[in-house]
């Protein structure tokens, strides 16, 4: 069973890495919702709009409504936690849970995508 839920995780993600940049776009809009102001907005596409598009799908627009139950909802999340989390996933250090969901997204994104990722999910409304 465990094998199967970690499969179709990772299908999940590959198909959605698979079909970014044709959803970019309409991530823009989707940003502009959860970010507010106009200078939150631009920081978080410029920061990491790939990042936070993903983060969207399975945590939820608004990182409080996630795609699975046994997902987290991130929104309001203390920075330093959702830094390290993206950190240990990307490098292997977490492999428990749904980390190979993430791990398949963490790929596309950078160190500095990580830190500016954390702050605009430290910032979302819980």
Known sequence: MMIRL???????????????PALAASN????????????????ARLAGQKAAYFCANCHGQDGNKPLMPDYP????????????QMHDIKSGARA????????????LVSDAD???LAEYVSKMKP
């Not at 995780?9 to 590959?14: H, K, N, Q, T």
Request: charged letters at 20%; zero cysteines.
């Open 6 to 20: 970690a499969f179709a995780s990772l299908v999940s993600a590959f198909s959605l890495v698979a079909a970014a």
């Open 114 to 116: 990580i830190k500016d």
């Open 28 to 43: 823009a809009d989707r940003l502009h919702q959860v970010a507010g102001s106009a200078a939150e907005f631009d920081k």
């Open 73 to 84: 909802k991130i929104a309001g999340q203390n920075k330093a936690y959702i830094e390290k």
């Open 96 to 107: 428990n849970g749904n980390s190979a969901a993430m791990k398949g997204v963490m790929v």
